[in-house]
Every structure is written in C-alpha cells, then in structure tokens.
T-cell receptor
Framework: RKEVEQDPGPFNVPEGATVAFNCTYS??????FFWYRQDCRKEPKLLMS???SGNEDGRFTAQLNRASQYISLLIRDSKLSDSATYLC??????????FGAGTRLFVKA | ETGVTQTPRHLVMGMTNKKSLKCEQH?????MYWYKQSAKKPLELMFV???????ENNSVPSRFSPECPNSSHLFLHLHTLQPEDSALYLC?????????????FGPGTRLTVT
C-alpha cells in the first residue's frame, strides 16, 4: 500500500464547477498535512496547510479526518488557472515527509 | 520568485561524466532537501540536511553525493550515473526539520543521462 494515495485523475471540469480531491495516508503518526500545486514542468508550490479543524482560503477548503486518515481539498468556482496537478503531503517531520503522486485537474472553458 | 534557486536548470551528461547541481536558499531556513521526481511518480526524498548536518539518506545510490557547506547552500555531486537517473531534481528548504514546517521548492534541474 502506498503511504500517501491519491486518485491520479485526470479530472476534467468546466469553469465554475466544484471539484473535490481525496487523499489517504497510511502512517498514523503523521502530524502535518499539506496540499501543494504543481504546474506542468514547474516546481511544487504550497497551496495550503491542512488543520484538524479544517481550513478555508478563498475558493479552497481543506479537511482532515484523522480517524479515517483522510484529507480532502475542495475547489469551488473553478478557474482555467486552477488547471494543475495537486499533491497531497503527509509528514511526521523531517525525513518522513511523503508526497502523493498527485491528481491532475483540467478546467475547460 | 527567488527564494530558492537552482543551477543549472537543464543538464545533459554522459554516464562517465561528473557534474554538480547547486541549490541556494535566501529564506533564512535551517533545513534543506534534495528530491527526485521521475515521470508519473511521486517525489522521492533523497537527502535532508538540518543545520548543515545530514540527518537522513533515503537509501540513495552512492553515485549521488550531497554536500551542505552552510545553511544556505546545498550541492548534489553526480558521477557515473545511469539513464534511469534522468529526472527532475528538486531542492527545497524549510524553517526547521522536526517541527514539520512546509517546504519551499526551487525550480529544479532537469537532468538527462545519455
């Protein structure tokens, strides 16, 4: 079983749609969680941290369910510029920072 | 953005060559990382340095040799590589290692081994 598992997609959605990505992690000792965004042939960039209480940043909402070892990212009102690969990350700190393989999103006009 | 820079951006080398990748962070961070990203695979952590001391080596072949002369600079020395080592090599930094802070990535070096 992969340590961090994501649906690879691709997700093809029209502009304005709401899209949700899910991610599961296997290490119950994981304490920190993040979503990164990676554009084609570019480096990953931090999108948002994920807190136990859930957090929102504009059109983006992240949720964490520790009991199910599950993280989600919701994007509302999708824009063309949201097209990218979204990477889920679980970390116990230091060496044990594990990236998922990513979920590709295509937003079309 | 110039928080984390990497040179060169592209590198083509033969299997018998020796080359080095350079990373520099301008963020005042204490930890630096090397990752390998191959096509359709997750990022693979290679090395972690915290306060210039190597804290982890993820079973990386000895043909990859890291060096961290100070907290702002990180090198990856390459020698006798194999074609399967062709990948994007990403450097990242974070404020501290064990407090699980988010990482900031450089633009990467796209390496092709012929």
């Amino acid at each position: 079983r992969k340590e961090v598992e994501q649906d690879p997609g691709p997700f093809n959605v029209p502009e304005g749609a709401t899209v949700a990505f899910n991610c599961t992690y296997s290490n119950s000792a994981s304490q920190s969680f993040f979503w990164y965004r990676q554009d084609c042939r570019k480096e990953p960039k931090l999108l948002m941290s994920v807190y136990s209480s859930g957090n929102e940043d504009g059109r983006f909402t992240a949720q964490l369910n520790r009991a199910s070892q599950y993280i989600s990212l919701l994007i509302r009102d999708s824009k063309l510029s949201d097209s990218a690969t979204y990477l889920c990350v679980a970390s116990t700190g230091g060496f044990k920072t594990i990236f998922g393989a990513g979920t590709r999103l295509f937003v079309k006009a | 953005e110039t928080g984390v820079t990497q040179t060169p951006r592209h590198l083509v080398m033969g299997m018998t060559n020796k080359k080095s990748l350079k990373c520099e962070q301008h963020l005042g961070h204490n930890a630096m990382y090397w990752y390998k990203q191959s096509a359709k695979k997750p990022l693979e952590l290679m090395f972690v340095y915290s306060l210039e001391e190597r804290v982890e080596n993820n079973s990386v072949p000895s043909r990859f040799s890291p060096e961290c002369p100070n907290s702002s600079h990180l090198f990856l020395h390459l020698h006798t590589l194999q074609p399967e080592d062709s990948a994007l090599y990403l450097c990242a930094s974070s404020p501290r290692t064990y407090d699980q802070y988010e990482q900031y990535f450089g633009p990467g070096t796209r390496l092709t081994v012929t």
